[in-house]
């Protein structure tokens, strides 16, 4: 229902796009996100949009580096992700949802998950 691809390894300052492509089943919903996870650690929010529009939501960690964008024609969104550096190392989940606006920064509001792709940044 959601297939993400474009991870690798990369070196630090490196550039790195990733892809999430949705099925109908799962274009309905209304947001769509990223996020990432370590062994050992919580999953952590990334960055998320609407599909009808307005301003991507980004993570302190990543904003003026990542930059999330969307072709509603592709049921696709997109996360280009420059100035890479070893703590972005994560397996990189996208995810779509329901969250209303206030809540897109948190997990519990999404309903299907992506298999993953592994992000490594070498130093």
């Known amino acids: 229902q959601l297939q993400a691809s474009g991870g690798g390894l990369v070196q630090a300052g490196g550039s790195l796009k990733l892809s999430c492509v949705a099925s109908?089943?799962?274009?309905?919903?209304?947001?769509m996100a990223w996020f990432r996870q370590v062994p050992g650690k919580d999953r952590e929010f990334v960055a998320a949009l609407r599909w009808s529009g307005g301003s991507p939501l980004y993570a302190s960690s990543v904003k003026g580096r990542f930059t999330m964008s969307k072709d509603n024609a592709k049921n696709t969104v997109y996360l280009q992700m420059n100035s890479l550096k070893p703590e972005d190392t994560a397996v990189y989940y996208c995810?779509?949802?329901?969250?209303?606006?206030?809540?897109?920064?948190?997990?519990?509001?999404?309903?299907?998950w992506g298999q993953g792709t592994q992000v490594t940044v070498s130093s």
């Open positions: 995810a779509t949802g329901n969250p209303i606006i206030s809540a897109m920064h948190l997990s519990d509001g999404y309903t299907y």
């Open positions: 109908e089943r799962t274009f309905s919903r209304r947001g």
